[in-house]
Every structure is written in C-alpha cells, then in structure tokens.
T-cell receptor, first 114, second 113 residues
C-alpha cells in the first residue's frame, strides 16, 4: 500500500461525457502527479501540481483539466470523452527533496469509454 | 533528462538473482538513476535510486558503473511476485519542486518456477 488513494477504481461511461477522477496523496506530500497509461502509448505524464499550483504540464489534452485543493487532494477532469481516452489513470504523490524525489503511485482508475 | 535503453524482456529462475541492465550513456553529472516496477496493471512502485555509489535497500541493489553510463538492478532472490515490468529512469534534480517521470518501454521480467 503506497498510501495514495484513488477513486473510483473503475469507471465506464459513454463518448461525449465528462468524468472526474480523484486522488488523495500520502500524508505530508505536497506534489501530485497524473499519468495516463494506454495500451499503445505506455505510461505518459499529464500534469503536476505542487502545493495547490500547477507546476508542469505534459501531453495533456485541452479537454482534460486538473486542480489541487487546499487539503492537497487532486481531481482530474476529463470532458467530451472519446473512445481513445480509455486508459488507466494513475496519480502519484511525492515529498519533494532538493535533489531527488520518489513518487508513490496510487492503484489507478480504469476508465472505459464506450 | 537522459535517455535509457533496456532489454525488452528477461527470464529468471525463481530463487536466483535477477540482474536487469540499463544503459544511460548520455547521463549528466547531476542526474540520478531511478528504478520503478509495475506489476500487471498496478500502480508503478518505486524500488531504488542512486547517483554515483552503489545502493542497497530491502528490495534490491543498484550497481552504477564508475563512468555512470550504465547500471544494473539486482533482485537477489527473485520470487514469482517479482514478475513485472521494470523501468530505469534518469532524471536531474528539480530544486525541490519535483519533476515528471519519463517512462520508456522497460524490461518485462518473468520469474519462472
């Protein structure tokens, strides 16, 4: 158990819909990262928040957005869903040290778009 | 961040040491080597990291060559539960504000009875 929780575990929805994925980081971790894992693209970084502020963006579509709340939990919002958005979405958290950081991953949310 | 090269797959007999190589010939002086693994569809799991010296923890050992252009992750007594995809990642420090992990294809390790 990494200490990172994600809800829901599974999500099945239809094209065009909007969903929200939730992540609670480990206690004390200020950074939250979101990654997407699809069969053809592998694990890809989407976005990072650090203490409530967006810190870095990766290959995140404009239809996707995220935020980190004052209690440090984070939500990833996916809208106008397409079949290709079906994937595993992982959240990771980290306590950032000056020189290195280990990221601890949650169990993921499996999104299926029909 | 430097690019890494890993063999796509490896087999290991249960109880034997699993030695997973990683080439990172373009690594810079301040870049760390990290290893993660992902057991089928679970979240990736941090294993170990190092800069120059060899490192050991309860999960594994990390051997980094003197020129730092390659490294080997050693699982001393592999079990069936070690069957997973192992990722070698090289990245520089980000001043305490974090940084993304760039996952390659990794090495799929199969531990066989």
């Amino acid at each position: 158990d990494s200490g990172v929780t994600q809800t829901p575990k599974h999500l099945i929805t239809a094209t065009g819909q909007r969903v929200t994925l939730r992540c609670s980081p480990r206690s004390g971790d200020l950074s939250v990262y979101w990654y997407q894992q699809s069969l053809d693209q592998g694990l890809q970084f989407l976005i990072q928040y650090y203490n409530g502020e967006e810190r870095a963006k990766g290959n995140i579509l404009e239809r996707f957005s995220a935020q980190q709340f004052p209690d440090l939990h984070s939500e990833l919002n996916l809208s106008s869903l397409e079949l290709g958005d079906s994937a595993l979405y992982f959240c990771a958290s980290s306590v950032e040290r000056a020189s290195y950081n280990e990221q601890f991953f949650g169990p993921g949310t499996r999104l299926t778009v029909l | 961040d430097a690019k890494t090269t890993q063999p796509p797959s490896m087999d290991c007999a249960e109880g034997r040491a699993a030695n997973l190589p990683c080439n990172h010939s373009t690594i810079s002086g301040n870049e760390y080597v990290y290893w993660y693994r992902q057991i089928h569809s679970q979240g990736p799991q941090y294993i170990i990291h190092g800069l120059k010296n060899n490192e050991t923890n309860e999960m594994a050992s990390l051997i980094i060559t003197e020129d730092r252009k390659s490294s080997t992750l050693i699982l001393p007594h592999a079990t069936l539960r070690d069957t997973a995809v192992y990722y070698c990642i090289v990245r520089a420090p980000h001043g305490g504000q974090g940084g993304k992990l760039i996952f390659g294809q990794g090495t799929e390790l199969s531990v066989k009875p």
